[in-house]
């Protein structure tokens, strides 16, 4: 519990008044940075700290009368106390069954650790710098590192010696088993993390094709591979919701769709406030017709594996029986992946094999 001075209290205030959401919000933040760069290091530290604060509320802050009246809540009182958890988001119909709502609601009050996944040319080098810097680490793994959440990474980054990635998304495409000679195509790559973690896995003879509807991204994926000294994939710049690939056939291919990003809230807890929940049905179709045009993609025998960032049923059980029902594919297990409710996001994946053409 902290007091805050009646200044303090009308800057933080603003801060989030002002905030439309266009940017997420630490860029929307770093921008304010610059423009009042007479707020000291511990302003600039507590104003953050209560904005995040004021998002991690969720639904629940609708119950104040004004933005000023809960930041007033925040510095008075203990969540895990004084927080009413079933209206951080209170929908739990929409929830998967296999997710506790108050429990993953409960976890949004945390910020959430940071987690790199190791390069292997460089796992000699990150250990002994973390302990030379004197940056308090766990090793998970010997290829996943877990950092407190306001570490700095940037001279980690910059030298390729590993790359931000949440637990979940390491353990569930950690589930994708590649062969020798293989060919796959992650057809949603964004900026390429999860084909970052099997290029770092699998060292053997395989080919990678990346697409996104973004060139930008592309972009980014492009530098990524480079910096990390990974072989480059084939990219494509593809609008999977209106055209097909083309003639090439793969053994495997990875649709991590666009989705709510529902599982990601407690990492970006802005987001869960300005969620709107008609939302979920546009992706939920907009998923449909990627998946429907990936699969002619796909060869027989082949397996789809479906991944989303989001809790809700719409988006994964539901979407994984209309894959069986109507595209005709064989469904092999599905899963969700987190750590646990305040130290991770939640993914979810659904392993299919292709049966008929």
């Given at each position: 519990?902290?007091?805050?001075?009646?200044?303090?209290?009308?800057?933080?205030?603003?801060?989030?008044?002002?905030?439309?959401?266009d940017l997420p919000f630490h860029l929307y933040f770093n921008q304010l940075m610059k423009?009042?760069?007479?707020?000291?290091?511990?302003?600039?530290?507590?104003?953050?700290?209560?904005?995040?604060?004021?998002?991690?509320?969720?639904?629940?802050?609708?119950?104040?009368?004004?933005?000023?009246?809960?930041?007033?809540?925040?510095?008075?009182?203990?969540?895990?106390?004084?927080?009413?958890?079933?209206?951080?988001?209170?929908?739990?119909?929409?929830?998967?069954?296999?997710?506790?709502?108050?429990?993953?609601?409960?976890?949004?009050?945390?910020?959430?650790?940071?987690?790199?996944?190791?390069?292997?040319?460089?796992?000699?080098?990150?250990?002994?710098?973390?302990?030379?810097?004197?940056?308090?680490?766990?090793?998970?793994?010997?290829?996943?590192?877990?950092?407190?959440?306001?570490?700095?990474?940037?001279?980690?980054?910059?030298?390729?010696?590993?790359?931000?990635?949440?637990?979940?998304?390491?353990?569930?495409?950690?589930?994708?088993?590649?062969?020798?000679?293989?060919?796959?195509?992650?057809?949603?790559?964004?900026?390429?993390?999860?084909?970052?973690?099997?290029?770092?896995?699998?060292?053997?003879?395989?080919?990678?094709?990346?697409?996104?509807?973004?060139?930008?991204?592309?972009?980014?994926?492009?530098?990524?591979?480079?910096?990390?000294?990974?072989?480059?994939?084939?990219?494509?710049?593809?609008?999977?919701?209106?055209?097909?690939?083309?003639?090439?056939?793969?053994?495997?291919?990875?649709?991590?769709?666009?989705?709510?990003?529902?599982?990601?809230?407690?990492?970006?807890?802005?987001?869960?406030?300005?969620?709107?929940?008609?939302?979920?049905?546009?992706?939920?179709?907009?998923?449909?017709?990627?998946?429907?045009?990936?699969?002619?993609?796909?060869?027989?025998?082949?397996?789809?594996?479906?991944?989303?960032?989001?809790?809700?049923?719409?988006?994964?059980?539901?979407?994984?029986?209309?894959?069986?029902?109507?595209?005709?594919?064989?469904?092999?297990?599905?899963?969700?992946?987190?750590?646990?409710?305040?130290?991770?996001?939640?993914?979810?994946?659904?392993?299919?094999?292709?049966?008929?053409?």
């Amino acid at each position: 519990m902290e007091i805050l001075r009646p200044l303090q209290k009308h800057i933080i205030s603003q801060i989030i008044d002002n905030y439309n959401g266009d940017l997420p919000f630490h860029l929307y933040f770093n921008q304010l940075m610059k423009k009042n760069r007479n707020w000291g290091s511990k302003d600039r530290k507590l104003y953050r700290h209560f904005a995040f604060q004021y998002f991690r509320l969720g639904k629940f802050v609708h119950q104040f009368e004004n933005t000023a009246a809960v930041i007033d809540f925040i510095s008075c009182n203990d969540f895990s106390e004084s927080v009413n958890i079933e209206q951080i988001f209170p929908y739990p119909d929409i929830i998967s069954k296999k997710i506790n709502h108050q429990s993953w609601s409960k976890g949004m009050l945390y910020q959430r650790p940071i987690y790199l996944a190791v390069n292997k040319k460089y796992s000699n080098k990150l250990l002994p710098f973390l302990k030379d810097s004197n940056i308090e680490y766990t090793e998970l793994n010997e290829l996943l590192i877990q950092l407190p959440y306001d570490t700095s990474c940037q001279k980690i980054i910059e030298n390729g010696w590993a790359w931000i990635m949440d637990v979940a998304s390491q353990k569930i495409i950690d589930k994708v088993d590649i062969r020798e000679y293989a060919s796959v195509w992650d057809c949603c790559s964004g900026a390429g993390g999860k084909s970052l973690f099997l290029k770092n896995k699998f060292n053997f003879k395989w080919s990678l094709t990346c697409s996104d509807i973004r060139a930008n991204i592309i972009n980014n994926l492009k530098k990524r591979f480079q910096l990390l000294g990974f072989s480059m994939p084939n990219l494509l710049q593809k609008d999977l919701t209106i055209e097909l690939l083309g003639n090439d056939l793969f053994d495997i291919v990875i649709a991590d769709v666009p989705c709510s990003g529902s599982g990601t809230w407690g990492r970006n807890p802005e987001n869960l406030l300005k969620f709107n929940l008609v939302e979920i049905e546009t992706f939920a179709k907009l998923q449909k017709k990627i998946v429907t045009h990936a699969i002619h993609s796909l060869k027989l025998g082949g397996e789809l594996f479906y991944m989303t960032c989001s809790v809700f049923e719409m988006e994964n059980e539901m979407n994984r029986d209309f894959f069986i029902n109507q595209l005709g594919l064989e469904f092999i297990e599905d899963a969700y992946s987190f750590l646990n409710d305040k130290e991770s996001d939640y993914l979810y994946m659904a392993k299919f094999k292709k049966i008929k053409v």
